[in-house]
């Protein structure tokens, strides 16, 4: 077993057993946030992995989903596309974390070739793809062929998001 705070270690795996069940089962809205927001703040802010984050990081919206498909998935993502056009708007900069249930997209080829390209596609549509960028974070993130290249943590979330 990795033992990787990102992959089998800390996070992903010790919340494996927690969704059972419903879409997120027992973990609140509120506890999948919390992590979220410690992997932000340790990772990605505390490894300055992005030169963005830390200045953004006040600002920044957790939106936790509970799309169990795609379709529902663009329903919610719309809400949140209209929210971050509104800000565009009004001249603000704005961040959104869109964290997905492992089981609606744990696999991360079924992430990125269905949600994420519909999620590409509805910012595209909308005309903002000028003005919003999507950054995908999964558990397993990988652009490599080795399955541990240490490049692909940088992109290693303890969610699909």
Same mark, same amino acid.
């Given at each position: 077993?990795?033992?990787?705070?990102?992959?089998?270690?800390?996070?992903?795996?010790?919340?494996?057993?927690?969704?059972?069940?419903?879409?997120?089962?027992?973990?609140?809205?509120?506890?999948?946030?919390?992590?979220?927001?410690?992997?932000?703040?340790?990772?990605?802010?505390?490894?300055?992995?992005?030169?963005? &984050?830390?200045?953004?990081?006040?600002?920044?919206?957790?939106?936790?989903?509970?799309?169990?498909?795609?379709?529902?998935?663009?329903?919610?993502?719309?809400?949140?596309?209209? #929210?971050?056009?509104?800000?565009?708007?009004?001249?603000?900069?704005?961040?959104?974390?869109?964290? #997905?249930?492992?089981? &609606? &997209?744990?696999?991360?080829?079924?992430?990125?070739?269905?949600?994420?390209?519909?999620?590409?596609?509805?910012?595209?549509?909308?005309?903002?793809?000028?003005?919003?960028?999507?950054?995908?974070?999964?558990?397993?993130?990988?652009?490599?062929?080795?399955?541990?290249?240490?490049?692909?943590?940088?992109?290693?979330?303890?969610?699909?998001?």
């Amino acid at each position: 077993t990795n033992s990787s705070p990102l992959r089998g270690g800390t996070w992903h795996q010790s919340h494996a057993v927690v969704f059972d069940g419903c879409v997120w089962g027992k973990s609140s809205e509120e506890e999948v946030t919390s992590i979220c927001a410690r992997w932000v703040d340790k990772h990605i802010i505390g490894l300055e992995l992005c030169p963005f &984050a830390a200045p953004a990081r006040r600002a920044t919206r957790f939106r936790v989903s509970s799309a169990p498909s795609v379709d529902t998935f663009l329903q919610e993502f719309d809400e949140e596309l209209r #929210l971050l056009a509104g800000t565009l708007r009004e001249e603000k900069a704005a961040t959104t974390l869109f964290i #997905l249930p492992p089981r &609606a &997209a744990g696999d991360w080829h079924v992430f990125m070739e269905e949600y994420y390209q519909a999620a590409q596609e509805e910012v595209s549509r909308a005309g903002l793809s000028e003005s919003i960028q999507l950054v995908p974070f999964h558990p397993d993130s990988t652009y490599s062929d080795f399955p541990d290249d240490c490049a692909d943590y940088a992109l290693r979330s303890p969610f699909p998001t």
